[in-house]
């Protein structure tokens, strides 16, 4: 395995097991959220492990080490969740 991809994965992995941290939560409480049920966390981190996973796949195939807002798009269209409002 090449040192881009796994530092890539190391990054995924960082960001995916991290659903309960203050770095995720921290967007909720912005949006006014109090509290949230366990089932709810259980689906966000499923969407955001897919959208995540789908857009690494996007970025690798371009042979990028940075994922762009197009990359999240592209993933979210993939997945049937069309994101309107940007050029692609």
Do not use: W
């Not at 097991?17 to 966000?44: A, D, F």
Request: hydrophobic share 35%.
């Amino acid at each position: 395995m090449s040192s881009d991809l796994r530092d890539a994965t190391h990054i995924f992995l960082r960001v995916v097991c991290c659903h309960r941290q203050p770095c995720c939560q921290n967007p909720l409480k912005e949006g006014s959220v109090k509290c949230i049920s366990e089932l709810i966390y259980e689906e966000i981190h499923e969407v955001l492990k897919n959208v995540i996973h789908d857009a690494m796949t996007c970025m690798e195939h371009s042979r990028r080490k940075i994922i762009n807002a197009m990359d999240i798009v592209y993933a979210l269209k993939r997945q049937g969740r069309t994101l309107y409002g940007f050029d692609g």
